[in-house]
């Protein structure tokens, strides 16, 4: 029987040509856990038919894996701006990896994916949300078990401290977090408990950023992604929802047109004045009409005093017959006025 063999300085080659291969998406199939148009890219792969995902291989070092929505976004439109909400269930064996992500890529990252950190670092257009659980802490990042916000750099911009909610990333526990941004406000917040327990009022970090001026309209692709490092460390997502919420333009923060807007909050406030300067002035009227008609009405009570004291008024008995003999008196009044023009020395 003929064998055959690969010659050794062959290996090196093939080993190469697998590492640069482009790594290949695989659909995952729709459940009532996951959200519609999901890819899996890496070592990502679905277990227990198909209920959840494990992002990395403890067989392969180092492993990474992504769960990518394959359906592109755009934060910034001439019509509407977006503001999304996620909420995503996970667990982190207790081993020292990298944790997890949440990342915004631009459409063309899916080839770009690597096998280190997060898969991003050789792509340094991204924005990310990391739950960190590396005790090799970049700069910014002050311990491994933390939440941190990533700008085009593996260094965080904000970091909280996990452990301030009592709870560790990698203890294997089911976490349910939440991420939420709102492009009015321009304001990103992100929640995590324990999984079962109710959504937590306070957000555990909460970082001001501005993603429509961040993608300026570019599309872009929203993920779940994991590295091992070199270690063991597994990463298992189990529910994972993203939902975009589009804001009316007159509820914008700032408007497009800011001189437009200025102009026409000035015309408002001038209509709004004369309505005011109408309504003092109808005001004012009434009030001196009141003030006429009582000076009027003190002229003709002062008129009337006057001219009734000025009058006198006499009674004089007239003595009156009655057939029956009998006499009896009747008063006359006479009114006297005090005239001086016919009085004659």
Known sequence: ?????????????????????????????????????????????????????????????????????????????????LSFSTDFTFSISPQNGDGLAFIIVPADFSPKFSRERFGLSRENRFFAVKFDTSVNGNVGDRNGNHVGVDVGSLHSVKVSNVSAINLVLNSGIKLHSWVDYDSSSKRLEVRLCEFGNPRP??????????????????????????????????????????????????????????????????????????????????????????????????????????????SQVAVIPVKCSTNSGDFRYEKIKLVLEDSLDGVKN
């Not at 990395?56 to 910034?76: E, Q």
Request: hydrophobic content about 40%; charged content about 15%; overall charge positive.
């Open 1 to 81: 029987m003929a064998t055959f063999s690969i010659p050794t300085f062959t290996i090196p080659i093939l080993l190469i040509y697998l590492s640069l291969k482009p790594i290949s998406p695989i659909p995952l199939p729709n459940t009532p856990h996951f959200g519609p148009n999901l890819l899996l890219i890496g070592d990502a792969h679905a277990i227990n038919s198909p209920s959840s995902v494990q992002l990395t291989d403890p067989k392969s070092s180092p492993s990474s894996g992504l769960l990518i929505r394959s359906k592109p976004i755009k934060f910034r439109t001439s019509t509407k701006p």
């Open 201 to 310: 009022y306070d957000p555990l970090l909460a970082h001001g950023i501005d993603l429509g001026e961040m993608w300026r309209g570019e599309k872009v692709l929203v993920g779940l992604s994991s590295s091992s490092g070199n270690s063991m460390q597994r990463t298992n997502v189990y529910s994972w929802k993203f939902k975009l919420r589009s804001i009316p333009n007159w509820l914008h923060s700032q408007p497009v047109n800011p001189q437009a807007f200025s102009s026409e909050h000035d015309q408002e406030k001038m209509v709004d004045q004369k309505k005011l300067c109408a309504l003092r002035l109808f005001s004012r009227l009434i009030f001196a009409t009141g003030c006429g008609l009582l000076a009027a009405f003190a002229v003709l009570f002062l008129w009337t005093l006057f001219a009734n004291g000025s």
